[in-house]
């Protein structure tokens, strides 16, 4: 275990008395799921709402989509490289209950209903998830969990989903979210089904009182605690930025079976640059998010496919300490322009990301040492360093004296990995 290396000096007394923002005392939701990040695909920034499949049958939320993405995670080598979820999205429900009071789907976009979904996902290896929402309505206008979590839960158990992302809009008042909340994490447990719980508690809490993130671990699997992202470049940054000034009480938060989620990866789509989705991909896995890609597996680049597909970058993510990562910028001073974040890893390593903030010119260079890291008590002999984005590269053996010189280009980040 990661805590018995601590206590046995494994790592360097100073590193563990002054890094406070290890998730040490951690206790995830006790269903024993999501140990590391969940990964997987979920519609929504992409395919949004679009709910006429007349006039847009490509891309309309429909049993026909997911299917096709299903077989695309199969087929593409998706699953094999760790993304299990396929995830539906807001819009997929008829606009009233059954006549006991049971969600439906759509019947025209959905004529198998969810139950013939989950199998056919099922048969592929994959599992399920499905979106729902603590107040009288989703987001998008449909038939609500209100009043009904105990008999939803079951019902989501019944039809085989395997994780369940469980929105926050039209929830009446503070006391009726947060026990909405508590309620069918609750009603999932009981119906003895492995259902993950993805939770948007914090993100509709925080304006009204502070989180009490140890509450929230105890309930949710993740929490979303951003607004959504969009394919933008601005989007990613925003949500880094937020992260980063709130890391202090985000970080302890987090640990298996309990994760921050900065929500979608937009990588593959239309707004990120080459070096942007290098970006998102490394500080995704830095931050140990869950890895919840919206793009169109049915027509995604090889570069970005390859980008997504990295196992090495994924087993960042992915590292059983389950520990995320955080900015280090404050206790480096030389440049404000890059910006660095870093990762304690099983093993006794480190992932180490490094970003070039500036917008305009060429590639910038850094004079990069290992005394920047862990208040200067890692490699006090020497580590080796291994480069996985943007490109791999091995740069062997350095000593606490070596400096690193690399290149990085605007809005690109290059990951480490030091063991």
Not at 18 to 33: H, I
Not at 177 to 197: F, H, K, P, Q, W
Not at 199 to 214: G, H, Q
Request: glycine share 8%.
């Amino acid at each position: 275990m990661w805590l018995q290396r601590l206590l046995s000096g494994a790592w360097p007394l100073t590193f563990i008395l002054g890094l406070a923002v290890v998730p040490l005392q951690v206790r995830g939701l006790n269903n024993g799921l999501a140990l590391t990040p969940p990964m997987g695909w979920l519609h929504w920034e992409r395919f949004l709402c679009e709910t006429d499949c007349q006039k847009e049958p490509w891309r309309c939320i429909s049993e026909q989509l997911f299917m096709q993405m299903a077989d695309m995670m199969v087929f593409q080598g998706w699953l094999d490289a760790g993304y299990q979820y396929l995830c539906i999205d807001d819009c997929w429900l008829a606009p009233e209950r059954d006549a006991n009071n049971r969600l439906q789907a759509d019947p025209i976009r959905f004529p198998g209903g969810i139950k013939k979904l989950a199998d056919y996902v099922h048969d592929r290896g994959l599992l399920l998830g499905i979106y729902q929402d603590v107040g009288k309505k989703t987001c998008a206008g449909f038939p609500g969990s209100k009043d009904f979590y105990e008999l939803d839960a079951q019902t989501f158990a019944d039809w085989g989903v395997d994780l369940l992302k469980f929105d926050g809009c039209y929830y009446g008042t503070l006391d009726e979210l947060e026990d909405g909340y508590r309620r069918m994490s609750v009603a999932l447990n009981r119906t003895g089904r492995n259902i993950v719980l993805s939770c948007e508690w914090p993100l509709y809490a925080r304006p009204l009182t502070k989180v009490n993130y140890t509450e929230v671990a105890e309930y949710c699997n993740s929490w979303r605690n951003f607004a959504d992202v969009s394919d933008s470049w601005s989007s990613v940054k925003a949500i880094l930025d937020w992260t980063a000034i709130l890391q202090n009480s985000l970080v302890p938060a987090a640990g298996p079976g309990a994760w921050n989620d900065p929500d979608m990866l937009v990588i593959g789509n239309f707004g990120l640059s080459w070096d942007q989705q290098v970006t998102q991909m490394a500080l995704w896995c830095i931050m140990a998010a869950p890895l919840l890609m919206s793009n169109d597996l049915r027509d995604i680049s090889a570069e970005s496919k390859a980008l997504l597909q990295n196992k090495e970058v994924i087993a960042i993510n992915q590292d059983p300490l389950g520990a995320q990562g955080y900015r280090i910028l404050t206790r480096w001073k030389k440049d404000s322009n890059f910006e660095l974040w870093e990762k304690p890893l099983s093993a006794i390593s480190l992932a180490v990301s490094i970003t070039n903030r500036m917008e305009q010119g060429g590639p910038r260079r850094i004079e990069f040492s290992t005394t920047m890291l862990w208040k200067g008590t890692v490699c006090k002999k020497k580590c080796y360093i291994t480069q996985l984005l943007p490109t791999r590269q091995e740069y062997g053996y350095l000593n606490i004296t070596a400096k690193l010189p690399l290149w990085v280009n605007p809005t690109g980040t290059i990951l480490l990995r030091i063991d």
